[in-house]
């Protein structure tokens, strides 16, 4: 359970995060979505203990966040893979440092390849593979390490809509397999929906509104006329000033 207490975070100039209550109970899903600028990221980083509260606090099952945590997981904008390692040696590298046993870390190593589908690509450097398949790969390096938290900062943002909605199918897969808690953040009102249990709409370093998605986990929701009606929905909460 994440536990988000009147959090604040001054960066100097201005409030980056102010008065932030949020609850993301275990093995949910929590969409955080708003305009450039209005804190996501932050937000994100704090709950993975990159970033210090200047006012409030994070819990996580109970126990006040001080630092980053080895059971939680962070995919950043830019997703960090190395260049001058392959899709194989990406993905391995956390894994290595904390599984002595090779023959492990190669079991896990390419069961993850297989399940993020990109295995014929295990041979491949970051310039050679295209974004999706970058962003699977910063996904897969994430996942190996088995995170009971997983935050993941605008994963698809760069995709074009196709190879964005392969990849949120993919990410509701993964999580409906295996649940942990999933925090995402997304510019994507659609994204939000399709993979928001609880849809967080932010404006100006302040939660504006917190709903709850009543038709998440249905992966043919895409289809579906309810799914529209989510989606204006958080659009009117997202463009109005109420
Ligand atoms: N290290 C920093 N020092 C000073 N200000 C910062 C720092 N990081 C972010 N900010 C400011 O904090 C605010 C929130 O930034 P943040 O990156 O969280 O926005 P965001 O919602 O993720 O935007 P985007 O959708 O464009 O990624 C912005 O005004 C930004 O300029
Ligand atoms: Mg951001």
Request: glycine share 8%; with cysteine.
């Amino acid at each position: 359970m994440i536990q988000v207490r009147n959090l604040g975070i001054d960066f100097g100039s201005e409030w980056a995060l102010k008065n932030i209550d949020l609850d993301i109970p275990s093995n949910t899903t929590c969409a955080i979505i708003g305009p450039s600028g209005c804190g996501k990221t932050t937000l994100l980083c704090v709950l993975a203990g990159l970033l210090v509260p200047t006012a409030g606090q994070v819990l996580i099952d109970g126990q006040q966040l001080r630092g980053i945590r080895k059971n939680t997981g962070l995919i950043l904008q830019n997703n960090g893979l190395l260049p001058w390692k392959t899709t194989w040696k990406n993905v391995e590298l956390g894994l290595r440092t904390r599984q002595p046993d090779r023959k492990i870390v190669n079991e896990k190593v390419y069961s993850i390849l297989k399940q993020m589908e990109i295995s014929e690509f295990r041979n491949k450097y970051p310039a050679q593979l295209s974004g999706g398949q970058k962003q699977r790969t910063a996904i897969a390096r994430t996942l190996v390490l088995e995170p009971d938290i997983l935050l993941l900062d605008e994963a698809s943002s760069a995709l074009d809509a196709i190879t964005r909605e392969q990849l949120q199918n993919l990410i509701l897969e993964i999580y409906k397999n295996k649940p942990t808690t999933l925090v995402l953040v997304t510019h994507s009102i659609e994204e939000a929906v399709f993979l928001g249990q609880k849809i967080v709409v932010m404006k100006k370093a302040q939660i504006k509104h917190i709903m709850s998605n009543p038709f998440f986990g249905d992966a043919d929701i895409r289809t579906k006329p309810d799914y529209y009606n989510v989606c204006m929905e958080v659009r009117k909460r997202l463009c109005g000033d109420a």
